[in-house]
T-cell receptor, first 110, second 114 residues
Framework: QKEVEQDPGPLSVPEGAIVSLNCTYS??????FMWYRQYSRKGPELLMY????GNKEDGRFTAQVDKSSKYISLFIRDSQPSDSATYLC??????????FGTGTSLTVIP | DAGITQSPRHKVTETGTPVTLRCHQT?????MYWYRQDPGHGLRLIHY???????DKGEVSDGYSVSRSKTEDFLLTLESATSSQTSVYFC?????????????FGPGTRLLVL
């Protein structure tokens, strides 16, 4: 069993839709949670960071962490074609080693 | 890319040749990492470094070695390249800025082993 599971998609939505991306994990020691966005042929860029449980909002993006269910989510409101990318979840227990999901490919159709 | 450069950005080589990829950071951060990214596997850790001359193995270290003689440089060497090592290689650093417990990635190196 992988440490982190993420549905690879692909996910295709119309412009303006709300997008929900999810990851589950098995290690209850994880306490740092991240979402990365990766455009084609580019390196991953940090999108959201959350420590422990709870929600964090940044513009159109909201990250949620439910440690009791070992489940994290990223919501994108009013999705735009520029949001088309692969989204990777990542997490860590120590803050020094990181475990990644395989990524979900998202296409936002104008 | 948070002050991280990788060289070369693209490389084509032949099976059996040694290959060295370079990662250079200007952030003066302690931790550096090498990952490979392949379809269906996501990012997999090859090796990481927690200081000058301090390195450790990751999930997929067989066939790879690393060296870190200066804080800013982390080298990944494929001793004798094989076709299974065709991949995109990313360097990352952590412990930067106000968020210590996360990673920032370089632009990647695309390696093709024929």
């Amino acid at each position: 069993q992988k440490e982190v599971e993420q549905d690879p998609g692909p996910l295709s939505v119309p412009e303006g839709a709300i997008v929900s991306l999810n990851c589950t994990y098995s290690n209850s020691a994880f306490q740092y949670f991240m979402w990365y966005r990766q455009y084609s042929r580019k390196g991953p860029e940090l999108l959201m960071y959350t420590y422990s449980s709870g929600n964090k909002e940044d513009g159109r993006f909201t990250a949620q962490v439910d440690k009791s269910s070992k489940y994290i989510s990223l919501f994108i409101r009013d999705s735009q074609p520029s949001d088309s990318a692969t989204y990777l979840c990542a997490m860590s227990d120590t803050g020094n080693q990181f475990y990644f999901g395989t990524g979900t490919s998202l296409t936002v159709i104008p | 890319d948070a002050g991280i450069t990788q060289s070369p950005r693209h490389k084509v080589t032949e099976t059996g040749t040694p290959v060295t990829l370079r990662c250079h950071q200007t952030e003066n951060h302690r931790y550096m990492y090498w990952y490979r990214q392949d379809p269906g596997h996501g990012l997999r850790l090859i090796h990481y470094s927690y200081g000058v001359k301090d390195t450790d193995k990751g999930e997929v270290s067989d066939g790879y070695s690393v060296s870190r003689s200066k804080t800013e440089d982390f080298l990944l060497t494929l001793e004798s390249a094989t076709s299974s090592q065709t991949s995109v290689y990313f360097c990352a650093i952590s412990g930067t800025g106000t968020i210590q417990e996360t990673q920032y990635f370089g632009p990647g190196t695309r390696l093709l082993v024929l």
